[in-house]
């Protein structure tokens, strides 16, 4: 069955209420998570003196990544839907569950509140040295490409299966748990090798103000791509099969 159609959006929606009240949800719940996820990697590198990528760094940035996007996604859902992550809005907007002009309006939003995030990150912390998404020593950038997709795709299709699909609507509720427990888990397996981004945005702010964008291309390309594949491959699979046994759509790209 064909996919849900892509809408692009009336020309004045970027002045309705309603949508610039959820885009700034955005912009909020990305500075949530962007304050708190790079600010824990900061303050482990000041009390340790050493690296975030040793084993406990691993697990203190995997754990407050982890709580972090589960509470932006928490205090958003009911606003803007918490996608939190312009790969998130582009995994909807292929699914056809955000119009086009809305998803602009959410991910310019993601990016300034990721920004601002850093920004006063950086003035709070008195200019300790921001770090940086970047490849792992001995990974090249395509393994790295690939990592981030495969990471995208999974984090994606668990938000189509747990918020998204009709089927799942009695459990919607858990999504942000359920997506901060993948985030801690993804983390641990690829943050040594591609630095786990899967968010543009959280990749953004800080080499913004680190001004290092040494690689920064593959925290856009890669989540990008692996959330549109997951949103694409959910909704032809499992979406589209379920109107064929009695389950309902959600009704308007507007619902989400």
Known sequence: MPLREIALGRYNELMDPEPLKAAFAELVATFLFVFIGEGSSIAFIVVSGSSILTPIGLLVAAICHGFAIYVAIANAYHV???HVNPAVTVGLLVGGYITVLKGILY?????VGAALASLLLKYVTNDVAMPVHA????????????LEIVMTFLLLFTIYARAVDPRAKETSSSMPLTVGLLVVALILCGGP?????????RSFGPALVAWTWAGHWIYWVGPILGGALAGVLYELIYIETSNLTGHERLPSTEDY
Request: charged content about 5%; some cysteine.
């Open 80 to 82: 803007s839907g918490g």
């Open 107 to 111: 991910i310019v939003m993601q990016l």
């Open 135 to 146: 490849v792992g020593g001995g990974d090249d950038i395509t393994q790295a490409l690939v």
């Open 193 to 201: 090798f591609s630095s786990c981004s899967m968010n543009p945005a």
